[in-house]
């Protein structure tokens, strides 16, 4: 039985993986997520770690008509009876959990280096006494 990896544990990704940026960010997405995800991404120049964590909807590109997305489009989802665009629900999970291990470690090094900004300002109050 495999262990069950908490959406907090960032353990598995790169030291350096909020300053990835193109071909190594491309890689690093596809080694996490897939072809079809970094694809994704590839066509709308998100092409780092800090330009897709300020991305709201990755997906939301699709609900516009356009032949150059048509193909991607496709592969990634479908219309449904009523016309709207659906993304294949993998898909979108494959995303929602990239996107919570990068602001857990993007959250985890503001909080580090919060603290020890905070820890500065202390040895600075205790230095000048």
Known sequence: MAAAVSID???????????LEGDDF????KSM?????????????IDSVFIFLQTS???EIFQHDSTILRDLKSKIGFN????T???KLGLKLQYE???KLLKSKSDQKYTKS????????????????
């Open 9 to 19: 544990d960032n353990s598995c990704l790169p030291e350096n993986v909020l300053e």
């Open 97 to 99: 959990y990239l996107s």
């Open 85 to 87: 665009f659906q993304v």
């Open 26 to 29: 491309y890689r690093f997405t």
């Open 114 to 129: 919060s603290s020890l900004t905070s820890e500065k300002i202390d040895i600075l109050i205790i230095c000048t006494c």
């Open 57 to 59: 909807d990755i997906f």
């Open 33 to 45: 997520s897939g072809a079809l995800l970094t694809e994704v991404l590839k066509i709308q120049d």
């Open 80 to 83: 449904s009876n009523d016309g």
